[in-house]
Structure formats: C-alpha cells, structure tokens
C-alpha cells in the first residue's frame, strides 16, 4: 500500500488499477472499473504556485507538463495526449536542459497556476435560511450557535438572513432604524422578476427593458443590494439583535397536525435573492432545517399526523406520495443554483426526518455541506458550524466556483463522475455512451469545493485488440490530464493542474502486471460509490448479489487454485484484503437500509461520495483499537473475539466515535479507582482512548457522534452492530469475559468459505 500512499501524496490521486488493463474485453474481466479518487484540492505544503497563464496545448487544449516530450534546439514541445508539435512562446526562450520551467519539472506532476491581476470583484457571501417552527429550547440552542458563528466569519463578507416558517420573511439588515422585514407566501414559488418587483428594487432606478437583471454591473443599483446583503463587520449588530428577537412561528398548530413549513419555498425565494443580487459569486445558502416540509414545493408529507413520513419500504413500493414531486422541485433548484454557482449547504437538526433524501440532490450538485444532527443544541451540529468558519490547523479551506475538466489518452473514455459537481454537457470525443453519475461531458462545474472534496472518475478502456509486437513495447503509458480552474478561499483565481501517466498491459502474461498495479482501498472506495449510485437509480437492483459476484468473478480472475480444489485457494497480498472489505461493505449502512430512514441513508451516502479513500475505507471497515494494562493501543480485528472485560476498546466507524468498557473496567471506574493516588495507571488507561478520540473528532467533518458506554449496557449496540459475529447465540465457541452478537448473519469465516467454494468451480 505504502506506494499508492506515496503517489496520494504527490498528486491526490488513488487509482483502483495503478496498471491499466490495455484492452476493452480485458478491462470488463477485471469487475472493478479503471477508475480514480482525485482530490483536486488537497493542500500540498510543497507545491509550487507558479505566477504566469500555463502554457497550453494549440489542438487539445492540455497543459504543459512533465510528460510533454521537448526539443530545446527547436523551441518545440509534443503533447502526449494529442501528439501535436506547438512552438514555445517567446517568454520560454532561454529554456534548456539545465534551465527548466517548474511545470516540466518531473516531480511537479501537480502544479498550480495563479493568474495575476484576477483577483474576485465581489466577498464571499452567506445567505442564512432559519427554520422557525421549532421549539423555543431549539431557537435558544439555534440562536448561540449563531452568534457565535457570526463572530467568525471574515470582515468583508457579506451576510443575509431569511426565517420561515408558514411564510418566509426576507430581513432588510440594511434598515438600521427598526426590524423590516418582507414577507412571502410559503404555499408557491417565487420568481425572480416577482421577487425585484415585491420588494422594491426599482423604486429609485427604474427596471432596465431588455435583458437579464444580474448584480450590481447588470440593472441593480449596489445600495439596493446593500439592503439584503451586508458586510459582516457593519451589520452584526443588526443581526444578533435580529436573531435575539427571533420566536418561534407565530401560527397556532392543531394537536393532530404539523407545524405548517415551507423549506422549499424559503430556499426558492435564497437562490432567486442571490441570484440577482450576486450572481457567479462564491455565495452559500446554510439552510438551518428542524422538522419535515409540510407546505408548498418541496413539501415531503401532508399535516395530519396520522400519516407517517416515507419510509425506504414506501419508497420501493412507490406509495410515496410526495417524493417524486419534491424531488423534481430540489432538481431544479439544483439546476439553478448550478446556473448562478451558488451552493447550498444544510444543517438538518430534528428527531424525525427533515427531508435530506429529497434536498440531497441540490446539496451534492452544487458541492454542499451536509450535516444532521438529533438537534441544534448538540456537539454535531454546534462544533460542525464552528469548524466551517474556524480559520486554524483544520480548517476546510472552503473555496468556490470550481470548474473540473479532464483530458486523457485516446484509447480512454470517460464514463462521468460520482461525487459533488454537476454535468457542464460539454460533449466530446472522450465521452463515453456508458454514463455513470454526472456523465457524457468532460467539464464538470463545482459551484462549492474543500480541501478534502473527492471527485470518483470513471473510466472506459475503448480500445479494441493490440497486435503482438506492441504488447511488449516500454511506451504503453496512458495519459491523464485533471484541471480544475477554481476561485481560492483568498479570493484569487488559481489553476489546478494534475498529470498522470500509468503503463497499461494486454495479453496472456498481464496478470502479475495487474495484480502488482491493485489498490485494493481504492477499488472498495469506488465500489462503495458505485454500489450507492445503482440502489438509487436501479429499480429492482439487488446490491448483495451485485457485490458478490463481482467477488467472485475477481477471485476467481486473480486467485491462485486447483479447480475444484477450495482448499488451495489463496489470494495474493494485493487482494488478500478486498474480501473483507467487500464484506463489512454488504453490512454497512450504504446498503443495509433496515433500521435506517431514507433521510439516514442519503446522507450516509452524500458523505461517502464526497470524501477521500482513507476515510471511505474506515466508513466501510471502522478501525478498532484495544487499550489494556498488558499492552499498549494496539489495532484489533473488528471481531466479537476483541471484546474482554478488562480491555477498553476504541472504534471509529466515521460518522460515530465510540469508547466501549470492558465489564471489570467499568466496574473498576463505577468504585472510582481512578480518582485514588495509587491507581494512577488505571486514570491513564482511562484517558488515554479520550485523547485519541480527541484527535479524530478534531479533524474530521462533519464532526463525528462521540458515544461512551460500558459492556451490556444499552448504548454497546453502536460496537456490536459493527463487529464480525464470530461467536453468535448458537455458537458454542464462547470465552468467559467476551460477548456474543444476538444475529443470524453469516461470519466472515463462513461468508470466506463461500467465496473460496465458488471462485474455484
């Protein structure tokens, strides 16, 4: 594995195949498909930003790079992706072999260009969209989160604020004298052009008329936009005295109903405000949800309470009433936030379900945060919107704006990409007919990305058979080309430039070749996305059977065995993993929808999709760390068998951090040992899975639940549902101190025995 991290390291990027299988029919046998994880943001302490426009290819529009092939006599360079002979600009005259630019450097396969003097007209901006129908303890938890918020956010941004509730009232930060409010209808959408007209842009200026009305530079005078959107620094004070008078809404709800809520309208009127006010901006929506949407677009259940919200069985009987509509609305919210290059985040706060399987779509296509949380007053929401505006170690180094494109070898198409971008449909040579995700295009808009944002490509090998004496050639490289052209979070403009090349093999002798080249954390992070995006648009898909042969035929394709023979059977180290993985996998969340709502779920997966292998490896395999007096943290199999009385265990299953105590600890700490002089190695065992504990929460988001318990107690159900059940109830193999898993699921030694059976037939 070290070598893969190596090249995360340089570029960003993990490859499922890091030695491409050359041919089409070869690619097929290989069930993963060639496909990469790229961060296009990941900060490199050591990456040159070079201060001049990148030079760039006359015919195919790549960038000069590592892999260009130069002719110093003749001032000329070939581009590997196209083979076309362009002519070095005069500025490049005194390149030689010993004088070399930074981009043709061979370590610098990632690079970055910032072009001067294109700096960002206008701040970032930060539209809040509060819901107000939720109880007085949730707006008082609501409130501080936001105050505190608001003190960080930097000087020259620019805030608004919107509340609903039945209605949506647009606050005019901007009238200092007393509290102005405008007020919508929740039960219909608004327009744009309703939108200027009600709330009186074109007092003083008359509307232009003719063409599109778009900022201060297109038809709106900048005092009018200054009414809604003001600079942090002036109208903070107006905001927390906003926010300190804010009550619940007003409108009486019947004991049989729901609060009357009109999310969808609320974020209509948001997109329209910003869409005229600041348009192509780095501006974002933070929706602050507590309950379900009951009224207008977007609505995900009716107010009677006897009807229950959709649960995953309605959704795959398709007796939910709402879904389908709702849906369609947030797709073409999406559409136009995507337009502006706006983003929306969402801060979805309550007990019951709020909508997230519907709004997910608008969050993942313009590059949103998602968090959820049990309510507004707990560490998962409050130390998540803290760590957004937080400028430290961690922070997300928010930027906006981002364009993606990908160049790449003729011989290579792309299918599309899962993750947080939305399709340009900028069509082309490269497109494959095989979509997956955002696909047919090869430039992607990123309206919202991070430092940590992870893009999952796929591709397509398209060519067809090779003649004998090419296999063998040392030229066999494909070319890969990622750019991503975004707006940094200081303002400037930047160009992110990533080359790859990676050797393809065909024929008879590739196997070793292939085998050598497997990422097996890569593969089971694709795997992952890809299983998750075939459940949400495959009726009838069955996600089990799917994972497990495409086990099998891997296995089966890299496995050493006898036929017939199980016992022979072994996987070399490059995969001896990916069983495991594949089988903790089919346990996960992503795919066990039971005991989970479709707004668990979709945000489960609105996670996975955007995060970066190493931790699409821990969502899917939590890691395990077992702390005794005997030894210190040392890893443990996700096993029952890792459960003893006298041993705390630490897993991190990503989105919940869980301490679990042996009985006799925990015994031990009830009597308060720790707290006696003597017992002092005791209050260290006790602290020391805090601390660690401590160092995960502190650098990831969203920030993970934190869950103490003890052996037989209530809340050890967060370990036992992700451990292996080696011992069962109808196990005899029970140790005196250990613990059985009350299931009928298989093992993993008997779901190994399976697989070893059925790859050798």
Known sequence: MAEFLELEAQDGVRMSWNVVPGTKQEASKCVVPVSAIYTPIKSFPNMPVLPYVPLRCRNCRSVLNPFSIVDFAAKIWICPFCFHRSHFPPQYASISDENLPAELFPQYTTIEYQSPGEAASVPPVFMFVLDTCIIEEEIGFLKSALSQAIGLLPDNSLVGLITFGTLVHVHELGFGQIPKTYVFKGSKEVTKDQLLEQMSFFVKNPKPPAGVIAGARDGLSSESIARF????????????????????????????????????AALSVAAALLGACVPGSGARIMAFVGG????????????????????????????????????????????????????????ACALDQVGVAELKVAVERTGGLGVLAESFGHSVFKDSLRRVFQSSDYDLGLSSNGIFEINCSKDIKVQGILGPCASLEKQGPLCSDTIIGQGNTTAWKMCGLDKATSLCLVFEIVKKDIPDAAVQSPSNQFYFQFLTYYQHSSGEMRLRVTTLSRRWVAG????????????????????????????????????????????????????DYQK??????????????????IFHLRRSQFIQVFNNSPDETAYFRMILNRENVANSVVMIQPSLISYSFHSGPEPALLDVAAIAADRILLLDSYFTVVI?????????????????????????L????????????????????LVICDQHGSQARFLLARLNPSATYNSDSHHPGGDIIFTDDVSFEVFLDHLQRLAVQ
């Open 686 to 705: 006790l602290q020391a899975p805090h601390d660690d504990a401590e160092a995960i929460i502190k650098e990831r988001f969203p920030v993970p639940r």
């Open 508 to 559: 008879p002798g590739s196997i070793q070749d292939l085998i050598s080249g497997f990422d097996q954390e890569a593969a089971a992070a694709v795997m992952a996305r890809l299983v998750s995006f075939k459940m949400e648009i495959e009726a009838e898909f069955d996600p089990i059977r799917w994972l497990d042969k495409a086990l099998i035929h891997i296995c089966s394709k890299f496995g």
């Open 660 to 684: 679990f105590h042996g009985s006799t600890i925990a015994q031990w700490r009830k009597a308060g040992y720790h707290n006696q002089p003597e017992h002092q190695a005791f209050a260290q």
């Open 229 to 264: 959107l003001l600079p942090a620094s002036e109208c903070e004070f107006a905001l927390n005295s906003v926010l300190e008078e804010l009550q619940k809404d007003p409108w009486s709800v019947p004991a049989d109903q729901r609060a009357a809520r009109c999310t969808g």
């Open 564 to 581: 017939e023979s199980p016992s022979s059977f072994s996987l070399s180290p490059r995969f001896s993993i990916y069983p495991q993985f």
């Open 292 to 347: 379900p949407s009951t009224e207008g677009p977007g609505a995900i259940v009716s107010k009677n309470l006897s009807e229950p919200i959709r649960s995953h069985k309605d959704l795959d009987k398709d007796s939910a009433p709402y879904y389908h509509k709702a849906v369609k609305f947030y797709e073409g919210l999406a559409k136009q936030l995507v337009h502006q290059g706006h983003v929306l985040d969402l801060f």
